[in-house]
């Protein structure tokens, strides 16, 4: 079975940054395009961030220039680098591989104004 673990969550200032990380096991990970959703309360799931397979990234507009998604697949690893964090980015941040429709269990972000 697929497992995405999330983590790096926490509750930050309005500003600060924050480094998430999902650690992938049980698929070839250099094989498959990564993304980033959150979802905060009473809302709906919202696309952060994609990298594909080759390393080719795109952002959602509310978090570009501010968060980089990368990924190191000797690690099976896809990280999510957040710079200055807004109260609109609190969330629960879910790691997702699409191909395959696999969730990670989300980990907390709170940033308080």
């Known amino acids: 079975q697929v497992q995405l673990v999330e983590s790096g969550g926490g509750l930050v200032q309005a500003g600060d940054s924050l480094r998430l990380a999902c650690a992938a096991s049980?698929?070839?990970?250099?094989?498959?395009?990564m993304r980033w959703i959150r979802q905060a309360p009473g809302k709906d799931r919202e696309f952060v961030a994609h990298?594909?397979?080759?390393?080719?990234?795109s952002y959602a507009d509310s978090v570009k220039g501010r968060f980089t998604i990368s990924r190191d697949n000797a690690q099976n690893t896809v990280y999510l680098q957040m710079d200055s964090l807004k109260s609109e980015d609190t969330a629960i941040y879910y790691c997702?591989?699409?191909?395959?429709?696999?969730w990670g269990p989300g980990t907390q972000v709170t940033v308080s104004s």
């Open positions: 997702h591989a699409p191909a395959l429709n696999s």
């Open positions: 049980g698929l070839i990970f250099s094989g498959y395009d």
């Open positions: 990298i594909s397979w080759r390393g080719s990234t």
